[in-house]
């Protein structure tokens, strides 16, 4: 079982950063790769980034690549989303998930366990 907390949203103008946080119970964080997801209201859950398990390969949605990066402290349990140059159209609810697949993978479905989410909004 992994817990995952996110932190770090919160209201911000169009350009600014923020750096989300999502922190993980379990001593077997490590083995799993893990993802950032977000929602807005009456979309579809839309992926954004995903990270490896050992840190060494990332994947990024085309809409935040250049932008966004996703890193990860396994000593910390903890996996992370810097988002800079942030637009209206990022605002969402941003959720980690982790996965035990082998690869990278971009699908919710693939997804074991996910947190509550943190609220980000961009104004302009």
């Known amino acids: 079982q992994v817990q995952l907390v996110e932190s770090g949203g919160g209201r911000v103008q169009a350009g600014g950063s923020l750096r989300l946080s999502c922190a993980a119970s379990?001593?077997?964080?490590?083995?799993?790769?893990m993802g950032w997801f977000r929602q807005a209201p009456g979309k579809e859950r839309e992926f954004v980034a995903a990270i490896s398990w050992s840190g060494g390969s990332t994947t990024y949605a085309d809409s935040v690549k250049g932008r966004f990066t996703i890193s990860r402290d396994n000593a910390k349990n903890t996996v992370y989303l810097q988002m800079n140059s942030l637009k209206p159209e990022d605002t969402a609810v941003y959720l980690c998930?982790?996965?035990?697949?082998?690869?990278?993978?971009?699908?919710?479905?693939?997804?074991?366990?996910w947190g509550q989410g943190t609220q980000v909004t961009v104004s302009s």
């Open positions: 998930a982790a996965t035990s697949t082998i690869v990278v993978v971009t699908t919710p479905h693939k997804y074991d366990y």
């Open positions: 379990g001593r077997t964080f490590s083995t799993y790769a």
